[in-house]
C-alpha cells in the first residue's frame, strides 16, 4: 500500500507556543489530504480537508486560525496549531488520498503534549 | 444517534478463535467500506476496502456489507496476538470527497 509519513512523531511544547507538523505522500501524488485528532480510546474526528493549491476547508468547530493548514505540493501538507494550549495536547494523524484507488491511507501520528 | 455504530469492547478472544467485528450505519449514502486497523499509538492501517453487497476476502480476513440492513462486519479467522489491536470501520458517500466518517473502534484482545 501506499506509504504517508509524518514529522515530528512526538512533541512537546509550552502553551503559547506554535507546532508544525509535516505530513508527507512517499510513493503517490495526493491532492487531498486529511488532518484528524484523536482522543485517548477515541474515534478519529476530522479536523479537515487539506487541497493542493487552495484553501483548507474545515469541520464545525475547528478554529482555522488555531490551526492552519498548507498543502503547498502534491505530497507535503503542513498543520500549524497556533498558540497551543493544554486542551491542544491529542494524537494528530493526517492522510493522503490516493487518487487511483480513491483510498486513504493514514501517516502513523503525532503526539502533541501542550505542558 | 450516531451515524456509524460500532461496539467499544475490549473484546477478548483465545488465539485461533474466529472474531466477528461489526458496525451499523444510518446513512444510505454511504456506499464505500473500509476496515482499519490500528496499533496503539500509530495510524490506522487499511485492511480492506468494499463497496458492494456480500463477501470479500483477503487472508485470514473477511469484510461483509449488507447494504439492505446497513451493516458491515468483519471476520478475522485463526486469530493471532499480533491482531491485538483497535479495529476501525469507516465508510464515505459518493460525491463527498472522500471525506471518511469513522465508527468508535473496536478494542480486541487475542490472548495465547
Known amino acids: 500500500g501506499a506509504v504517508v509519513s509524518q514529522h515530528p512523531s512526538r512533541v512537546i511544547c509550552k502553551s503559547g507556543t506554535s507546532v508544525k507538523i509535516e505530513c508527507r505522500s512517499l510513493?503517490?501524488?495526493?491532492?487531498?489530504m486529511f488532518w484528524y485528532r484523536q482522543f485517548p480510546k477515541q474515534s478519529l474526528m476530522l479536523m479537515a480537508t487539506?487541497?493542493?493549491?487552495?484553501?483548507?476547508?474545515?469541520e464545525q468547530g475547528v478554529e482555522k486560525d488555531k490551526f492552519l493548514i498548507n498543502h503547498a505540493s502534491l505530497t507535503l501538507s503542513t498543520l500549524t496549531v497556533t498558540s497551543a494550549h493544554p486542551e491542544d495536547s491529542s494524537f494528530y494523524i493526517c492522510s493522503g488520498d490516493e487518487t487511483l484507488t480513491d483510498t486513504q491511507y493514514f501517516g502513523p501520528g503525532t503526539r502533541l503534549t501542550v505542558l | 444517534q450516531k451515524e456509524v455504530e460500532q461496539d467499544p469492547g475490549p473484546l477478548s478472544v483465545p488465539e485461533g478463535a474466529i472474531v466477528s467485528l461489526n458496525c451499523t450505519y444510518s446513512?444510505?449514502?454511504?456506499?464505500?467500506f473500509m476496515w482499519y486497523r490500528q496499533y496503539s499509538r500509530k495510524g490506522p492501517e487499511l485492511l480492506m476496502y468494499?463497496?458492494?453487497?456480500g463477501n470479500k476476502e483477503d487472508g485470514r480476513f473477511t469484510a461483509q456489507v449488507d447494504k439492505s440492513s446497513k451493516y458491515i462486519s468483519l471476520f478475522i479467522r485463526d486469530s493471532q496476538p499480533s491482531d491485538s489491536a483497535t479495529y476501525l470501520c469507516a465508510m464515505s458517500a459518493p460525491g463527498g470527497g472522500n471525506k471518511l466518517t469513522f465508527g468508535t473502534g473496536t478494542q480486541l484482545k487475542v490472548e495465547l
Open positions: 446513512n444510505s449514502a454511504f456506499q464505500y
Open positions: 510513493d503517490f501524488q495526493a491532492t487531498t
Open positions: 487539506s487541497n493542493e493549491g487552495s484553501k483548507a476547508t474545515y
Open positions: 468494499t463497496y458492494s453487497s
